[in-house]
């Protein structure tokens, strides 16, 4: 065997601890997880129904062109059925727009504390990562990614990620922020600009970006978006992309074409019909922001003020010994190994009980560990 470099020194994605091996390692009954941003309301009834009448057909191959889906969201979108591409998982179409788009040796441009996804699969392609260095408050600096895209034609830089909202922090770039960065992008024909949409539905800022609205002036911009998160289909795996036709013409020629099977399509057909369901998630997920805000400063903590469907803070301490105490009391939050915040843990908003429990047992542990250096 010859592996590459690039893959010898690949690190894989950590994946939030899952409950039941969480409950076999530490003798436990109850385990409330909120490590991975998934929707705590469980799956949408109407989802599970289509499910049904879905699985009487998986004798057959799925609808190759997903039809029924990109009418629905090409609805959504207000775009052409050619400018929308379906995926496995957002994370599919990440990975398929830096292989589509860039060559081992070109370059994708990723902020620091941004999501991983976007170096992982940058390495597995052979293709180097740019860092922008972030601020000091954890954000997005748009004044250092102006000056990387000054250079981007001359570095090779054929994608920029924008994850916005950002995973891990919760914070987003405003709307006049993300146009500087289209406007500069637009000097570079080989530049794509990629927004990664992933909580759009849970943003409450007013000043956020329209990046379906924006993609009609701007022809480098790709938006991409899940169901895994507001929709609560993070288990079936379905995101897409919506883009200039020519550019999404090259993502269908490189795709399987069975790449989103047929109980997936029709679970997303129903999920977004389902607006009762939608409208629950946000109300769940703003109520249990706001708790964790007003809690975690009780508790002397700071955190990031977040657009999305988890809130990053400090705990002032070593965060894999606090992880660890919470896992013992049957809590899982993430950590940020990968990321040089060791200080920090990630909380996704469970329901009203799970975010109790959670808080609870933070507050047992923050008592249990001293604050490293004041
Ligand atoms: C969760 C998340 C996704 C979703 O990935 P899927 O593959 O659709 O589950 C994409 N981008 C970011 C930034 C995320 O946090």
Redesign the pocket.
């Known amino acids: 065997m010859k592996i590459s470099n690039d893959i010898l020194t690949l690190v894989p994605y950590v994946p939030g601890k899952p409950i039941d091996e969480t409950k076999r390692e530490f003798n436990l009954t109850e385990v409330v997880k909120l490590a ?2 998934e929707n705590a309301l469980g799956p949408s009834p109407k989802v599970l129904e289509a499910i049904q009448a879905a699985a009487l057909e998986i004798h057959r191959y799925p609808d190759p062109a997903c039809y029924d889906v990109i009418s629905a969201l090409s609805q959504l979108s207000g775009h052409s059925r050619a400018s929308i591409v379906c ?6 179409l ?1 990975d398929l727009f830096i292989r589509v788009f860039a060559q081992p040796g070109d370059r994708v441009l990723v902020s620091e504390n ?2 991983v ?1 976007y170096p992982i699969c940058a390495q597995a392609a052979h293709v180097q990562v740019e860092w922008i260095p972030s601020k000091s408050d954890l954000s997005f600096d748009v004044e250092a990614a102006l000056k990387k895209i000054a250079s981007a034609t001359q570095n090779k830089i054929r994608l920029l990620f924008v ?1 916005n909202p ?2 891990p922090t919760g914070q987003y770039v405003s709307a006049a922020d993300f146009q500087r960065i289209l406007e500069a992008a637009q000097a570079h024909p080989d530049l794509l600009v990629v927004a ?1 949409e ?2 759009v539905e849970f943003v409450r800022a007013q000043d956020y970006p329209d990046g379906f609205a924006l993609i009609k002036k701007y022809k480098n911009l790709v938006v ?1 978006r ?4 507001a929709y609560g289909l ?1 288990g079936l ?3 897409y992309a919506v883009a200039d036709p020519e550019i999404i013409q090259y993502i269908h020629r490189v795709r399987n074409p069975f790449n989103v099977n047929n109980i997936v399509q029709a679970a997303v057909i129903a999920g977004l019909e389902d607006l009762d369901y939608m409208r629950q998630s946000q109300e769940c997920v703003w109520q249990g922001l706001d708790y964790f805000y007003k809690e975690l400063s009780r508790l002397g903590l700071t955190y990031i003020p977040s657009q ?1 469907n988890f809130v990053l803070f400090d705990t002032k301490r070593n965060a894999e010994k606090v992880s660890y105490e919470l896992l013992r009391r049957g809590v899982i939050l993430r950590p940020l190994k990968g990321y040089n915040l060791p200080q920090f843990l990630r909380m996704s908003v469970g329901q009203a009980h799970e975010n109790q429990v959670a808080i609870r047992a933070l507050e047992e542990v923050l008592k249990l560990i001293p604050e490293q250096g004041a």
Do not use: C, L, P, V
């Open positions: 991975s941003n995926g496995n998982g957002s994370n599919e990440i941004s999501f996804a994850a950002n995973n990664d992933a909580y991409i899940t169901m895994a998160k993070a795996r379905f995101g999305a």
